[in-house]
C-alpha cells in the first residue's frame, strides 16, 4: 500500500458481516475484536457468537435498541475491519476500531475515524468519545491525530475525547 488507499464505510448486513467475520478470524485476535468471555482464549465459538450477535443488534442504527451502528471498514473495496458508533450519553457516542493486521500503519485507520466522526456530526452528536489502555500507543497516536484530547489513569486506562 505505497499510495493512500481509498477508504470507506459501508452498511453492514449478513453477506458482509461474514466476510468481516472471516477476516477477524484470520488477521485479528479475539481480544482485538471482543470482550474477553469466559476463561478460553482465542476464537472460541462463544466469541464467533458474540461477533454476530453485536452487529446484528447494531442493524438499527443510533436510534434502534441498541443505540449503536457499525460500519464495515472498506479499503480498495475490500474490507478491513469495523468501526463503531454507540450513544453514551444526550449527544455523545463512543467509538471503536479494529482494524486487520494487513490494514495497520496504512492511514486506513485514520481515515476511517475521519469518517465516523463526519457520521457523528450528521447525527447531531457534539463529542465522541473511546477508550484505549496506555500501552495501545498506535490508537492513541489515532486519537490524537483527529483532534482528541486524552485523559491517563493510573491503572493504565486511557480515555480519549473529540468535540464536534
Known amino acids: ?13 449478513e453477506p458482509m458481516l461474514e466476510q468481516l467475520l472471516a477476516l477477524a ?5 479475539a481480544d482485538e475484536v471482543t470482550p ?25 442504527g443510533l436510534d434502534g435498541p441498541a443505540r449503536e ?14 468501526i463503531r458508533l454507540k450513544r453514551a450519553a444526550e449527544g455523545v457516542a463512543e467509538t ?16 476511517a475515524l475521519d469518517l465516523v466522526l463526519a457520521e457523528a456530526r450528521r447525527a447531531g452528536l ?14 492513541q497516536r489515532l486519537l490524537s491525530m483527529a483532534g482528541a484530547q486524552l485523559a491517563y489513569d493510573d491503572g493504565g486506562a486511557v480515555r480519549a475525547a473529540v468535540v464536534l
Open 1 to 13: 500500500m505505497s499510495r493512500s488507499p481509498e477508504v470507506r464505510l459501508a452498511e453492514v448486513d
Open 25 to 29: 478470524t484470520c488477521d485479528a485476535t
Open 36 to 60: 474477553p468471555l469466559g476463561n478460553a482464549t482465542g476464537w472460541t465459538t462463544e466469541r464467533i457468537d458474540w461477533f454476530r450477535a453485536y452487529h446484528r443488534a447494531a442493524y438499527a
Open 69 to 82: 451502528k457499525s460500519w464495515a471498514v472498506l479499503c480498495d473495496g475490500s474490507p478491513a475491519g469495523a
Open 96 to 111: 471503536g476500531i479494529w482494524l486487520g493486521r494487513g490494514f495497520r500503519g496504512h492511514g486506513v485507520g485514520a481515515a
Open 126 to 139: 457534539g463529542q465522541v468519545i473511546a477508550h484505549t489502555t496506555a500501552d495501545n500507543i498506535g490508537a
